[in-house]
């Protein structure tokens, strides 16, 4: 429980310290003295987010404590997972100091942690009923909580949500599977004459630039393929001219033999010129072969471009695309036997889902009758004689919360028909449906401590009168702190406190301090009667605590 709040330069507040007792507590005051600030801070030392304008204006820090007694051995347990330490007299310190650059620096146990870690921690130290507790009550689709809650179906729920989940996964691959197999005729045309294109073009990374290399180097024999050409042209007339002379001299040799060895010389120097001359025509032979491959090295290498702007820049693009097109196509190829096993999955999770689903759903139809029983007897005690209320279920596709819709309707008044909750109660009752469920559910968690803002909106008289018996009742067994303007209520706190505003040197301080006996007589018949206070309404204050068993000499 809360034993000790400490609080310094939160709003008005400078500084205060609060020792609350266990049982029940009531904190009152007027209108705008800083009762809300109280929640906040709590609210702040329990990790949930909180703005920097909390800070009181003139500081640069604020900082909240707060110690409790006597923790769970849950809590305990949740300490010792986090790495925070465990007291020996089973007490917990959490402190937040909040900066105005939004910088925070928490502690639990004097040990640093984060603020999600105290919110970790803290959710499981105080319940606080506001606000935003009713409007889970006007949201139709969160009802199933408070059912899951009375009957203790939070590892049920876990079970079916990841049945549901393994389920949906499945679903959604076989839609997939399902959807490429109406398209596969299609894509595979596609992708077979993409693969036959790039096989039949054989690529080789690298083999652009090689054949580009070989193709400068073939275009600078140009040259060479000319001379060579002149070269040959020079011969010939060369070897015809040495015939002839040859010839002459044969002629020559036969009026002058001596002229005759000339004429050896010069069969000599034709063989010589008809060996060249047949060396540089194999030799053009040979560059006009390398015409023929100049061609084919440009053939190749355009198409090699327009493969490229089809499959990618470069050989590895265009390799890795045919790699990617052959995996496509087998994995299109073996679409229909993934089908057939997605098939047999989905079903078999649908199956363990639905069962998981049915054991939820019954569970949820035992729960929801006897929360039904239990609520109509908390409304009934809370003055509302006549109130049924009923928790309505109806069967819905699977989804991750169930298989069920639960809506809770409610009758107010004889012979009206019960109708949605959300649509028909009013303020009071909304406060009273809370407070019996809070009633229902006190023993299905380990919260120690309840806190209640303003539970008594929109009630007055004898509603007031149970709801206070109520809190008197649940006191019993945890801590109730709770903030009124009712008298009716506070008159049955075993301790009561009173949050004062006043102005100093043009700057507002709040405080909170414990009533004695007299203190809480004046400060019910304020409740009761206003600013002006008269000895009538003094002694029914009086009349009042005496009523709830608060004896003077407290």
Not at 36 to 46: P, R, W
Not at 93 to 102: A, E, Q, V
Not at 258 to 287: F, M, R, W
Not at 495 to 513: N, P
Request: aromatic letters at 6%.
């Amino acid at each position: 429980m809360l034993v000790n709040l400490q609080i310094e330069n939160i709003a008005i507040i400078e500084k205060a310290s609060v020792d609350f007792f266990n049982g029940f507590n009531v904190l009152s005051g007027e209108t705008g003295a800083g009762k809300s600030i109280i929640i906040d801070s709590i609210n702040a030392v329990l990790g949930e987010k909180t703005s920097r304008e909390l800070i009181r204006t003139g500081s640069t820090t604020a900082t909240v404590r707060a110690l409790f007694a006597d923790v769970s051995p849950e809590i305990e347990v949740l300490l010792e997972q986090g790495g925070f330490p465990v007291e020996a007299d089973h007490s917990l310190l959490l402190l937040r100091r909040m900066y105005k650059d939004g910088r925070n620096i928490c502690q639990i146990n004097g040990v640093s942690a984060t603020v999600s870690q105290l919110h970790r921690i803290g959710m499981h130290l105080i319940n606080i009923h506001g606000q935003r507790d009713s409007q889970d009550l006007l949201n139709a689709e969160v009802h199933y909580c408070f059912v899951d809650r009375f009957a203790g179906l939070h590892d049920l729920l876990s079970l079916y949500r990841e049945k549901f989940a393994q389920w949906t996964q499945y679903r959604n691959q076989l839609r997939k599977a399902m959807q490429d197999q109406a398209n596969m005729d299609r894509k595979t045309d596609l992708l077979l004459y993409q693969i036959r294109e790039l096989e039949s073009a054989d690529i080789h990374i690298g083999e652009r630039d090689q054949m580009n290399a070989k193709k400068k180097m073939i275009r600078n024999m140009d040259r060479l393929y000319k001379a060579l050409n002149g070269a040959f042209a020079d011969l010939d007339t060369a070897v015809m001219s040495v015939a002839n002379a040859s010839h002459n001299i044969a002629d020559a040799a036969k009026v002058s033999p001596s002229v005759g060895v000339l004429d050896a010389s010069l069969q000599e120097a034709l063989a010589i010129l008809s060996d060249c001359k047949e060396e540089t025509a194999s030799v053009i032979s040979q560059l006009d072969d390398t015409q023929g491959d100049i061609e084919q090295i440009e053939e190749r290498l355009d198409l090699l471009y327009r493969l490229s702007k089809k499959y990618g820049p470069d050989e590895e693009s265009m390799l890795k695309y045919l790699q990617d097109c052959r995996a496509e196509y087998d994995s299109l190829q073996n679409s229909q036997q993934m089908i057939e096993e997605l098939t047999v999955l989905c079903d078999q999770a649908q199956v363990e889902m639905m069962k998981i689903g049915e054991d939820l759903t019954t569970e949820r139809m035992k729960a929801a009758e006897q929360l039904k029983k239990r609520i109509e007897d908390e409304l009934h005690f809370l003055d509302m004689p006549n109130a049924v209320f009923v928790v309505k279920t109806d069967t819905v596709e699977p989804n991750e919360n169930g298989m069920d819709l639960i809506e809770f309707y409610i009758s107010a008044n004889p012979g009206e028909e019960p109708k949605p909750l959300t649509k028909v109660a009013s303020g009071g009752e909304l406060s009273r449906v809370m407070l019996a469920i809070k009633n229902a559910l006190a023993d299905k968690d380990i919260v120690q401590t309840l806190i209640f803002d303003e539970i008594d909106a929109g009630v007055s008289g004898r509603a007031a009168d149970k709801i206070g018996k109520k809190l008197q009742q649940a006191a019993q067994t945890r801590q109730v702190i709770c903030i009124t303007h009712l008298s009716q209520i506070a008159c049955r706190a075993d301790a009561h406190y009173l949050i004062e505003k006043s102005v100093r040197d043009d700057k507002t301080f709040t405080e909170v301090r414990k009533l004695d006996f007299d203190g809480r007589v004046c400060e019910l018949a304020r409740m009761n009667g206003g600013v002006s206070l008269s000895q009538v309404h003094l002694d029914a204050a009086k009349q009042l605590l005496i009523e709830a068993g608060v004896c003077a000499s407290e």
